[in-house]
């Protein structure tokens, strides 16, 4: 596939410089046709009836392979979700922390993260983010390490094998910004969450965590997919792996959707966006002061108001997005990012 024609799968890009992946990733033709076709069908024929819900559930397996294959784990390790906070709910509830326990993050992190960190029970250690920092304030009582791979604020990566490796603690991390964004091996850490909605261009409300041992984790909100049978008290005997951290039934059109934009990401993707970024830092020198980053998120600080910054630019055909409380805006640069796109937001600028 040529840069030309993966390019010309999403029919956004013929209007508008779309730098925004790191929230919702532009949809191609192939989405949009598989999410319509599927519920063309659902509307022809129902959505209910045994081979139907069997097609749904088949059609699962399929996203949880696929999603696996990804990031280099088995299937048996990943569980379907609607987003990386309802995978960082599964992890801190599934601990079952509790205030003697404390768990270190950064901050640089999402809400998607810190909300559930928030509502874990465990004193919250909130370092720089580096991995000196992090370390040094590891106790006895650290129970884990909740981190971003790359920060969505600048796009810095933190190296989460080797602080694994020197803590000895068991380690969540939030892929929101680096899956799909770059090669990411999932059996570097102890839990992965997965955005379908960002870098990978897939449907709303489509995720995934990768889960290294589900028999160490505690399905504390189980669902109607956590079990293989149930007792009319309750009690039920939880399905083998990860698949028991299913929490929630996801549309038949909405794993179509994911699987034709995993489709479509060609092999040289990683290379090319990380290329595209780096252009941008460059063009960016002396319009606006580009704070330190990596990858393929771009994020600066404008001569003027961020946020009006934003909407100016939205007005011109360029989509990014303000970093609140930070005075940054940032640029999205995927594999489908052209030198026209970098172009446009400079001269916007």
Same mark, same amino acid.
């Given at each position: ?6 390019? $010309? ?12 992946? +790191?929230?919702?990733? !532009? =949809?191609?033709?192939?989405? #949009?046709?598989? *999410? ?21 559930? $088949? ?8 999603? /696996?294959? =990804? ?8 569980? =379907? ?12 509830? /599934?601990? /079952?922390? &509790? ?12 809400? &998607? ?15 720089? !983010? ?9 106790? !006895? ?8 791979? *790359? ?55 489509? /995720?995934? @965590? ?9 399905? $504390? ?6 079990? *293989? ?8 005997? #939880? ?16 794993? #179509?959707? @994911? ?6 990401? !060609? ?18 020198? &002396? ?9 393929? =998120? ?18 011109? +055909? ?32």
């Amino acid at each position: 596939m040529t840069f030309e024609d993966a390019r $010309a799968q999403f029919p956004v890009l013929q209007h508008t410089a779309y730098l925004n992946a +790191g929230t919702f990733g !532009p =949809l191609s033709r192939a989405t #949009a046709a598989a *999410v319509a076709e599927w519920q063309a069908r659902d509307l022809e024929h129902g959505r209910s009836g045994g081979a139907s819900f069997d097609e749904v559930l $088949a059609l699962r397996e399929v996203v949880r392979a696929r999603l /696996g294959a =990804l990031v280099g784990v088995e299937p048996e390790h990943v569980a =379907l979700t609607a987003s990386t906070t309802d995978g960082c709910n599964i992890v801190l509830a /599934g601990l /079952g922390l &509790g205030p003697g326990d404390e768990v270190v993050t950064t901050s640089e992190e999402h809400f &998607g993260l810190l909300g559930a960190l928030h509502s874990s029970g465990a004193r919250i250690v909130v370092a720089d !983010p580096a991995a000196a920092a992090i370390l040094a304030v590891v106790t !006895p009582r650290t129970r884990l390490l909740a981190l971003s791979q *790359v920060l969505w604020t600048t796009g810095r990566e933190l190296p989460l094998a080797e602080l694994k490796a020197r803590s000895g603690l068991p380690v969540l991390a939030d892929g929101a910004q680096s899956v799909g964004a770059i090669p990411v091996d999932g059996s570097a850490v102890d839990f992965l969450t997965i955005s379908g909605q960002k870098w990978l261009c897939g449907p709303d409300s489509t /995720g995934a @965590l990768v889960v290294a041992d589900p028999e160490r984790l505690r399905v $504390a909100r189980p669902s109607y997919f956590s079990k *293989v049978d149930y007792e009319p008290d309750g009690r039920y005997t #939880a399905k083998p792996g990860a698949a028991r951290f299913d929490p929630n039934w996801i549309p038949g059109a909405s794993l #179509a959707g @994911l699987l034709a934009a995993l489709d479509g990401a !060609p092999e040289w993707r990683y290379a090319r966006a990380a290329a595209a970024a780096g252009r941008l830092r460059v063009m960016l020198t &002396g319009k606006a002061e580009v704070v330190a980053g990596g990858h393929t =998120l771009v994020s600066f600080r404008p001569s003027g108001d961020a946020g009006g910054t934003v909407e100016r630019l939205h007005e011109a +055909g360029v989509v990014v997005r303000e970093i609140p409380k930070t005075g940054l805006i940032r640029a999205s640069c995927g594999w489908w990012t052209s030198d026209g796109d970098l172009e446009r937001l400079c001269e916007a600028l």
